[in-house]
């Protein structure tokens, strides 16, 4: 499991602090209105609807929060006006970073992504600069707890996983996007508990980082995944152990 997949699992296991639950709760609707302008209202006919909305769930967003994103960007041109965005970059150490943002305000998120690169020691790359060494996989996260996690491992590649990764009791389960649901229901169908499952640039190979740069990096992920209109952050950035414990415990 790379450094970047146990930050992010850390992160979850941390919990979101309630000063933060809103802002990830705009951002969670946001992703439903636009999944709403592109597909329709109507979850069953609209794969990245149904994919936002259990997201939105795996998150504890209220259902009523739910159904009044998807009522407001049935009803209204508010989701027409954010635009979809890929910025890329490299960070400390050389990482490679993807930032997806959302924004009615193209001019304002682009420097605000820019000048959170330069305060953290890294810089924006073009077009195309980084995105290359990821790819699209459904990710599904999974906390073994009293089950065996080889045994899951196994359940998952039976269900139809391209690659499973096992560290400690925690599970991570690689499919192809097109079979991420299946996978997901193939699991809790066995009564295995999904903590978060969602399409993810997942990187082809990693980048080992050494411990000063290491803190860099996780300081500039961390800012901007806070920024308002930033949807997901990835890197191909592998953490050392020791730094993951020190923000464990922050």
Same mark, same amino acid.
């Given at each position: 499991?790379?450094?970047? $997949? ?52 795996? $998150? ?135 903590? $978060? ?52 415990? $922050?």
């Amino acid at each position: 499991m790379s450094g970047h $997949s146990k930050w992010s699992q850390i992160k979850r296991q941390k919990g979101v602090a309630d000063a933060k639950r809103g802002q990830v709760f705009t951002k969670l609707a946001r992703e439903i209105m636009v999944a709403v302008r592109q597909g329709g209202p109507d979850p069953e006919g609209n794969f990245r609807l149904r994919l936002a909305v259990q997201r939105a769930r795996d $998150s504890n967003m209220p259902t009523d929060n739910i159904e009044r994103a998807i009522k407001r960007a049935a009803g209204t041109t508010d989701a027409s006006a954010l635009s979809e965005i890929t910025y890329e970059g490299y960070g400390p150490g050389g990482m490679a970073i993807l930032v997806q943002v959302l924004t009615d305000n193209r001019n304002r998120t682009l420097n605000e992504v820019r000048n959170t690169f330069s305060r953290h020691n890294g810089n924006m790359g073009e077009a195309g600069s980084v995105s290359w060494l990821f790819d699209q996989r459904g990710v599904i996260s999974i906390d073994a707890g009293e089950v065996n996690a080889e045994e899951l491992a196994l359940m998952a590649i039976d269900a139809g996983a391209e690659d499973v990764k096992v560290e400690d009791s925690s599970v991570e389960v690689h499919t192809r996007p097109q079979d991420m649901e299946k996978v997901r229901k193939a699991l809790e169908e066995k009564d295995i508990h999904i903590a $978060s499952a969602d399409l993810s640039m997942v990187p082809k190979t990693i980048v080992p980082i050494e411990e000063k740069a290491a803190l860099s990096g996780l300081r500039l992920l961390e800012r901007l995944e806070e920024l308002d209109d930033v949807q997901h952050v990835y890197s191909n950035a592998d953490f050392p152990d020791k730094v993951l414990e020190t923000y464990r415990a $922050s």
